[in-house]
């Protein structure tokens, strides 16, 4: 007897196809300067990775929910970086960073085929992977009018935006949970880049000013990643509702997602230290600076972008121009098509490079 199972139709993995522009990159005298995905290049703090060797012997297995130190730590965090006041630790849920959550979320809150999901017009390409993987159907809305009558299960937020940086106003946030809350459906809000604004304020979506008070439907996605330097950590939380975190919490402890032990100890340290996050976003700042300047000195137009780790440029041009014209120089950037077709004439470059690739960037893009 055979037979084969098949799952849901994905798109393909995005970064896939940069291979030839990758090639061409790297032939630069110079080597490349690779601003295409966003994964951190400094040093994990000292403080950190004490916390995570603190607990390296402990042979038990850890608890999903994690350690009572690490859910106040993060409540902690919310409140002082943040003004989120008022969470309950039990409704602090640690995650094997921000992605396994965001792709599986939908399928962890029961959503299913014939349900919709509504994500961001340009958006992280998770979003759509993770509503596939659960059956539904997804709609890129721009704005509530463009949904009609229909209900969705599951809404994406993103504020600030990755890829765009962009920052949604309080005001257009309240207006997005009372609509949600009037359909019943439930608001996930992606605040990874929450601790990294320039040039203008962004605010959670537990923030009381947002949420009336009430975290009912509501969750918040946060990652260690870019603020503390832990993407090889695999470090991130989602807190909000109690209702929801509790239904996540039973379903991955039968599925086994736990944040091993040591990562949860250096969470903790992360959340309770604020100055290595203050250090870190001023060196994205002076990176930052750096490659706007060159960016626009070359005939660009950076769009948004007024928070996060990219700059949202263009040439109005087919973003993949873009790509090869930067390729020839030997700097890598993503086409603003892997977030969406509306992305077509952008390319999403990151900040995260060393000061000395941000600045071989610079020149290359001047002379």
Same mark, same amino acid.
């Given at each position: 007897m055979s037979g084969s199972t098949t799952g849901p139709a994905l798109p393909d993995f995005p970064w896939d196809s940069l291979a030839d522009h990758t090639a061409t990159a790297r032939s630069h005298p110079d080597g490349v300067v690779d601003l295409s995905v966003g994964t951190p290049v400094d040093p994990v703090p000292e403080l950190i990775r004490d916390a995570l060797a603190a607990v390296s012997d402990q042979p038990g297995y850890p608890t999903t929910?994690?350690?009572?130190? &690490?859910?106040? #730590? #993060?409540?902690?965090?919310?409140?002082?970086?943040?003004?989120?006041?008022? &969470?309950? +630790?039990? #409704?602090? &849920? +640690?995650?094997?960073?921000?992605?396994? &959550?965001?792709?599986?979320? +939908?399928?962890?809150l029961g959503v299913r085929g014939g349900d919709l999901v509504a994500i961001p017009e340009l958006a992280y390409p998770t979003y759509e992977v993770g509503a596939l993987l659960a059956g539904a159907e997804v709609a890129r809305v721009e704005g509530l009018t463009a949904l009609g009558p229909r209900r969705p299960a599951l809404l994406w937020l993103n504020s600030p935006s990755n890829p765009t940086g962009r920052v949604l106003p309080i005001e257009h946030l309240r207006k997005v949970v009372d609509w949600a809350r009037e359909r019943g459906t439930i608001i996930a809000s992606d605040e990874c880049y929450l601790s990294l604004t320039w040039d203008s304020s962004a605010v959670s979506i537990l923030d009381p000013r947002v949420s009336g008070g009430s975290t009912e439907g509501l969750l918040a996605v946060h990652s260690l990643s870019k603020s503390s330097s832990l993407a090889g950590y695999r470090a991130g939380f989602v807190t909000g509702d109690p209702v929801l975190v509790k239904r996540l919490l039973e379903i991955r402890k039968h599925a086994g997602m736990i944040v091993p032990r040591p990562v949860q100890s250096a969470m903790t340290a992360a959340l309770r230290d604020d100055q290595h996050v203050v250090e870190q976003r001023a060196r994205y700042e002076a990176r930052r600076k750096v490659l706007r300047e060159a960016v626009l000195g070359a005939g660009f137009r950076v769009d948004h972008s007024e928070a996060g780790l990219y700059l949202w440029a263009t040439r109005d041009e087919d973003a993949w121009d873009t790509v090869a014209w930067l390729a020839s120089r030997g700097i890598l950037a993503a086409p603003g098509t892997f977030y969406g077709p509306k992305g077509g004439k952008h390319v999403r470059m990151a900040l995260t490079a060393t000061d000395e690739r941000i600045a071989a960037a610079a020149a290359r893009l001047t002379a």
């Open positions: 929910h994690g350690t009572p130190e &690490l859910r106040q #730590a #993060a409540v902690d965090a919310m409140d002082r970086r943040f003004g989120v006041r008022g &969470l309950d +630790p039990v #409704a602090v &849920l +640690p995650t094997i960073g921000s992605k396994e &959550l965001v792709a599986w979320l +939908p399928t962890l």
